[in-house]
């Protein structure tokens, strides 16, 4: 597998519609936040090859960094041997569809995340402190309704550490950006709101009956929908393109 070096990454500049682009890093580390899921490109034999991932975010001491979780037989844990793979991730939410009164200027809403850098597996002695932190990320509270995780478990399990100093965030937050003088307004316009619900919890038929729904569960559910529900009133307070 051929690496790049550093100095072959791409350009974080956005090309189009470049007032998307975000440069805050707070808009970085909260599409980061909000996610769980992530889409790793790596180059295998040549030929882009694109994986999902499971990931939290934490500092292991040299500051924030994403960190993606998998099997110790995992690919990509392979190619990253112990110099490192390097990888471009990317993390996206889609925040709505938005409908204008042509197919052509219709769009979306949306957060995106790029991330370029040198996947390297954590080093052993913050192994479980990676394993801690996605943890966290995705299923907060859990740790303490569960058991400790086994040294076998642990054994099975790897994660590789991205920097987050090379990243390129866009975004679009707005309405349709539609001149209320053109098209047919007669049509219908306007932004269908999409976003991250939980649905009811379904208890696995191997728990008694008598177990309630844990707090990691419901706590989870109701950020998700009060998240949801706050960026459907901003959405409605906007107009025109961001």
Known sequence: MTHT??????????RRLRQRQEHDPAV????LAEGMFAHV??????????LPFLYGVGDLGRGPELLLHGSTGGGLFLDAG???????VAVT??????????????SANYRSAM???LATPVPADRHADALRI????LMPGRRAEVRETTRRERMATQVLRVPLDRASVKVRFAGTGEDPGDGDRTVWSGVLPLSLHPGEPVTDPSTAETTPVPPSVTTLAARLTARASTRHADLARLSGDA
């Open 28 to 31: 970085l580390r909260e599409i």
């Open 41 to 50: 490109a790596v180059v295998r034999d040549g030929l882009p090859v694109v």
């Open 134 to 137: 996605v943890g966290d990320h």
């Open 115 to 117: 991330i370029f850098g």
């Open 93 to 106: 939410h889609i925040d709505g569809l938005v409908y204008a009164t042509s197919l052509f200027d219709s």
């Open 82 to 88: 112990d110099d490192g793979v390097p990888v471009s």
């Open 5 to 14: 070096t550093r100095n072959d990454a791409p350009s974080l500049a956005v």
